[in-house]
């Protein structure tokens, strides 16, 4: 007979094998103790000015020449903040509802709430235009790094260098955009700066301006579970959008480079998916002292910051009875919910040893090869040392950084304080600077007012937390009062809540106005610490091209570059993982949608719109519905197209498991994973429970019906 420990031991050895039969050899040579490190820690972002054609030709087993990977970069969009993909020759566009909720709510007409009911265009006149939404198309990427370096290291450091390779690029952007502009086109030329600025790339779109909706999920499926499932897997989410691409003529514009719809093969487990997308900033090339600063004093107080914002907008739409209000907090709410959610992860990353001596052992490297060439030696042997002293300084003001560094974010603080500042800096500032001040003023936007009492109530205790209750500073933001007593008090009193008012405050005419009283208090040393962070981040941006500059001499492409929202192509692996003490399997299917319904009830976050309560006639629950891979994908990967090696598109990356947030540090391919939807799940959706036969047709014939 078989007893439980001995049961629990063969459990975990199974378990050991059906990991390893499912883990490629790729990724097992991947893995590294804490002294090592391993090949691609510091990432498989690959650019396309750098394909890695021999690699993904020999990892892979495919002909990954120069025409593939012109087809996968002219098939994909970058769109604001997110990505996309054209899925037909007639401008079909497909990408994630996250990224265009915003503009699906600013389309909804009287008596319309599109968010909650999602949008189905019946015919192509019914396709309406989204507002402010673009699309790029790659058509070229090309290294200028030559040209702009050889400009500025003929100047000396500082203003005078930085102008000469400013100039540079933009003779290079005059050039490319000549060379590829033709009849009817919007070009732009991008210059990007990579590897910390030691490299420069040139990245050539053709834009696209009149963009309408065809389809858009219903929110309460595209982001089922909420704020709950966000970065977690197992995922149940329908997070996808169809949009359509117009000409000046109001035609529908041609797009011969698309991909095939993979609607009825999809993948499978052990596959190889490419995710092409444009990933933000990220922080593997940093250093170690750099990576501190964050995890002692950024971060920590970047989340209290987001988490007490959005906590405010939440109980904003909760009090609010109308319902465009409701619908824009929401909107913003689930914005800054995203940026503030991964920040528990990123610092659980910095705070772990393994992942902390991965990166020390990747520095040490670079350290202990530039110290064997004499020649890099003489010219980068001190700069990690000096970074780290940037770092100390920085750190000295970190009281000021917590009282002021978001006093005036335009997405998140009080207008009432943005207003307050610009004006005090339109009175105080140069002279040769007040136009610049002005303009800024006139950008502020007034809050609604429950949003507004509430972001000055935080921006308040900011301040007083910061410096403690006896400090001066205290003492003018809140009195002795509570934050949000103090706020009321301020709200009530002030003349800066409409146009008149700031016009006033500007011209110098409310200096007893109580928010100016309290700009008077504290913008001396509010100044003083802008000044000196912008004077360690000159210098840091400088140390940093330098350390990139050494790094690219010594590996080359070979380490790509860190995250610059500028297109990039990912490899991975469909593959499962451990956790929660359990197997998570690589594909969950439409049961799961309904299994948590039932499980939660309808008034949770899993609540399902009214078309989904029941399951349609015809949906087949086992389809498969949201997926995950090895690939390396980070925020702006939002709406990738993953494709296979023959460029059928099989996914759309909408999210990251919670493992796979310290990918802004390093990646981890055994336990990180990118989260996609599957294709064959919104074919059968729009087949079943849209009902949008034509855009079905057209997925699978690649042209309008």
Partial sequence: MVTWPHRIVIMRLFRALVIAALVPAALIAQRSTPETTGRFDLGRMWTFEYAPAEYFSTTYGFAADSAWFARARMAALRIPGCSAAFVSRDGLIITNHHCVRGSVNAISRKGENLLDSGFVAATPGDERKLPSMIADQLLAAVDISDEVNTAGDAMAEGVAREDTRRTASMAAQARLKARYASPGDSIVVQVVALYNGARSSAYVFRRYTDLRLVVAAELGVANLGGDWDNFTFPRYALDFAVMRAYGADGKPVASPAHFAWGGTTGAKAGDVVFVIGNPGATRRLTTISQLEYQ?????????????????????????????????????????????????????????????????????????????????????????????????????????????????????????????????????????????????????????????????????????????????????????????????????????????????????GELASDPA????????????????????????????????????????????????????????????????????????????????????????????????????????????????????????????????????????????????????????????????????????????????ADRVVRELNTGRMP
């Fill in 295 to 507: 995890r002692d004093v950024a971060l920590p107080f970047q989340e209290r910051f987001l988490s007490s914002h959005v906590a405010a907008l939440k109980a904003f739409r909760d009090a609010s009875k109308d319902e465009k209000e409701r619908g824009d907090a929401l909107v913003a709410m689930l914005g800054l919910s995203n940026s503030w959610k991964p920040i528990p992860g990123r610092l659980d990353g910095l705070r772990d040893a393994n992942i902390m001596g991965r990166r020390g052992a990747i520095e040490s490297n670079l350290v202990n090869a530039i110290q064997a060439k004499p020649e890099l030696k003489a010219r980068y042997g001190k700069l990690i040392d000096r970074m780290a002293e940037l770092q100390r300084q920085r750190t000295k003001s970190r009281t000021a950084y917590a009282a002021f560094s978001q006093l005036v974010s335009p997405t998140a603080s009080s207008s009432t304080l943005q207003a307050a500042y610009w004006a005090w800096r339109v009175q105080h500032g140069p002279a040769d600077s007040a136009a610049g001040f002005r303009q800024r003023l006139a950008r502020v936007r007034p809050q609604v007012r429950g949003i507004e009492r509430r972001y000055l109530a935080l921006s308040l205790d900011d301040i007083a937390t910061a410096y403690g209750a006896g400090h001066a500073f205290a003492g003018a933001a809140t009195g002795g009062r509570t934050a949000q007593e103090a706020a009321d008090a301020l709200l009530a009193a002030t003349a800066l809540t409409d146009t008149a008012g700031v016009r006033r405050a500007a011209a």
């Fill in 516 to 691: 100016m009283a309290l700009m008077n208090t504290i913008m001396l040393t509010a100044l003083a610490f802008e000044a000196e962070q912008a004077r360690i981040n000159v210098e840091e941006a400088a140390l940093s091209a330098q350390i990139g500059r050494a790094r690219f001499e010594l590996y080359g492409p070979s380490i790509p570059p860190d995250g610059s929202s500028s297109p990039r192509i990912a490899d991975g692996v469909v593959q499962g993982y451990e956790y929660n003490g359990t197997l998570a399997a690589p594909f969950t299917t439409f049961f799961g949608v309904y299994d948590r319904n039932r499980s939660h009830g309808q008034n949770s976050d899993w609540e399902l719109p009214y078309r989904w309560r029941i399951p349609p006639m015809g949906l087949d629950l086992g389809t498969p519905l949201n997926f995950v891979s090895t690939a390396d994908s980070y925020g702006g990967n939002s709406g990738s197209p993953a494709v296979t090696k023959d460029l059928r598109i099989v996914g759309l990356n909408f999210d990251r498991n919670i493992n796979a947030l310290v990918r802004d540090y390093i990646y981890l391919p055994e336990r990180g994973r990118n989260v996609m939807v599957d294709v064959r799940a919104i074919q059968e959706a729009l087949s079943y429970v849209y009902r």
